[in-house]
């Protein structure tokens, strides 16, 4: 079962898929009877956020007996883009009766349980693509993790537990990282969240970013000599950089930060 073969679809900017859905037309209107190209054009549609162009073309191929696994699949995240929820439960169990425990669409169910608000449901299948997939993703995790405090809110443990094995699988991949700070300092668990940002900060040749960010740990544990301290080291580090990254907008933000922390010690 490889979850790749269905879900890596590489993004193209909109100006390249616009030109790709213009040369589909044109091979389209060579050709009416090859019902494949609908599904390579809905597909298309959907890259290009226009889920309803897309099921047109889903339902021109079906209507027509093209009844591939693949159309099924792609009509159901199109009925999930348009919040259309029962429709896409429908599109989405077709393609698993083809398809047996195929991850694209157990995944594809995931969010459609997730949508409906029937968390056990949406956990159980992100837990199964989670479990079997050789290309389970960052954002797979985090929203698996997600789930979890959506159900209950105090369900720290298994949204952590989650993080950590994406983690384990992954490595330290900076969205897993960062969720996984979010949650340590949220609950008040400063020190693995000390713990964390010292592991994203070490091969960073930048770190004026998560300085600020211990920092702010640091006056939430009214810490305020430590704190006072890593602000000047993350000025220091600005005022370090070449004149060009000074003036842009991400450290202008960082600075306007760097001032309201100050007002709190």
Do not use: C, W
Request: charge should be negative; hydrophobic fraction near 40%; aromatic fraction near 6%.
């Amino acid at each position: 079962m490889n979850f790749v073969i269905l879900s890596a679809i590489i993004l193209l900017p909109h100006g390249d898929l616009s030109v790709r859905i213009a040369e589909k037309t044109a091979a389209i209107k060579k050709e009416p009877s090859n019902l494949l190209l609908y599904m390579q054009r809905g597909e298309l549609y959907a890259q290009h956020e226009q889920p309803d162009s897309a099921l047109l073309d889903y339902a021109v191929a079906i209507k027509n007996g093209f009844d591939s696994s693949t159309v099924h699949v792609l009509k159901a995240e199109a009925h999930l883009a348009l919040n259309e929820i029962d429709e896409g439960m429908k599109s989405v169990s077709r393609f698993l009766k083809m398809e047996p425990n195929h991850l694209k669409g157990i995944h594809v169910r995931a969010q459609l349980f997730e949508a409906k608000n029937e968390l056990d449901k949406a956990i159980r299948d992100f837990e199964f693509v989670i479990s079997n997939s050789e290309g389970a993703r960052p954002q797979d995790y985090v929203e698996l993790s997600n789930l979890y405090l959506n159900r209950d809110s105090t369900d720290f443990k298994n949204a952590i537990d989650v993080l950590n094995r994406g983690r384990e699988k992954l490595g330290n991949i900076i969205s897993l990282e960062m969720k996984l700070y979010d949650l340590e300092k949220s609950r008040g668990n400063f020190e693995s969240a000390h713990t964390i940002l010292n592991i994203m900060m070490e091969p960073l040749s930048r770190k004026e970013r998560l300085m600020v960010e211990k920092a702010e740990l640091f006056i939430l544990q009214e810490e305020q000599i430590e704190a006072a301290k890593t602000l000047v080291e993350a000025e220091n580090s600005i005022a370090a950089l070449p004149a060009r990254f000074q003036h842009i907008g991400a450290t202008i933000k960082l600075k306007q930060r760097i001032e309201e922390l100050k007002q709190q010690l």
